[in-house]
């Protein structure tokens, strides 16, 4: 699945996974949240700068890269880089490296990515929120998830398991490991989801 960064303006890397081969070949500049710059600079890449309460980031590191140093506890890293790349118009932002740290962390990574319109980019998946109505190209096959941010109604034509007006809730029903049966698929939302869809194409017991 490939990804068109022409909307984007940034690339905001968090300190969990990133996809290497994407960084290699962007042009966007990349945004470390703290920490994400010890694992940027240990893979080659720079960063254009460093946002957090720089805790956790190496302090030579401060010294060879612009940084925004916020101590305040009131916000994340992650909230804290964010709303440099706004105050900078850096916006909309690419989003890799969510999956780092602690179970907790990644919740609370994942609940601020559903906030905004940015993308999430990782080796395998892509993920976004959707409202309104929108239709996608994807492959046959391609397996793709779809939760309530916090809800919404939804109607699908395209997936295996078809949703009709089907309400999706946080903590409730959602509709994960769904398959693309026929291209182009289109999802309509009454309300707010988030989308993950994988890059490649999975091959297990879900699969067409």
């Known amino acids: 699945m490939i990804v068109d960064e022409g909307r984007y303006r940034s690339v905001l890397c968090l300190d969990g996974e990133l996809p290497l081969e994407f960084l290699k070949q962007t042009r966007l ?5 703290d920490g994400a ?17 720089c805790d956790s980031v190496r ?19 992650f909230e804290k ?17 969510i999956s780092g740290g602690s179970l907790d962390r990644i919740l609370s990574n994942v609940f601020i990515f559903s906030q905004t319109d940015a993308l999430f980019l990782s080796d395998t998946l892509i993920g976004f929120v959707l409202t309104g109505k929108r239709t996608f190209d994807w ?10 941010c916090p809800s919404a109604i939804v109607t699908s034509h395209g997936l295996k398991w078809e949703l ?9 029903f959602q509709s994960c490991s769904n398959r693309v049966q026929t291209s182009p698929l289109t999802l309509e939302v009454e309300g707010k989801i988030l989308v993950f869809a994988y890059r490649c194409i999975v091959k297990d017991a879900g699969s067409l």
């Open 164 to 172: 009709n007006r089907t309400e999706l809730t946080f903590g409730g």
């Open 81 to 97: 880089a964010f709303a440099y790349l706004k105050k900078e118009n850096l916006l909309p932002t690419i989003v890799v490296g």
């Open 29 to 33: 500049p990349l945004i470390a949240a």
């Open 59 to 77: 302090a030579e590191l401060l010294e060879q890269y612009p940084h925004v140093c916020d101590r305040s506890q009131e916000t994340t890293d």
């Open 139 to 148: 492959v046959v096959d391609t397996k793709v998830s779809l939760f309530g």
């Open 37 to 53: 710059a010890n694992r940027l600079v240990e893979n080659g890449f720079e960063p254009f700068a460093i946002v957090g309460d």
